[in-house]
């Protein structure tokens, strides 16, 4: 799997009710620093999704890749680098 959690064809995202919002093309963890925090980027973010995204504020966040990994947020934000968007937060353990 390497550090793209996407696998080859993308990733669907879902809230905790378990709606999904959305599709993306890529999305890549990034390398964890120090911090407890986890970030991915997502590039090719379906409409629906790169606005749900933007405004996720410490809210549960699923991300389901086509290669069969998920990541369940115990809380997630969201916010717009460039054209794609990065979320960050604390991931549930395992």
Known sequence: MGDNTAGPNGARFFEKGGRELGWATAVTKR???????TVFDVVGADPALA???????????????????????????????????????????K
């Open 31 to 37: 390398a964890s620093m120090v911090s407890t925090l």
């Open 51 to 93: 606005r749900s995204l933007s405004f996720l504020d410490r809210a549960h966040l699923r991300i389901e890749g086509s290669d069969g990994s998920s990541y369940k947020f115990r809380w997630a934000s969201g916010y717009g680098n460039g054209q794609d968007l990065r979320i960050q937060g604390v991931l549930e353990p």
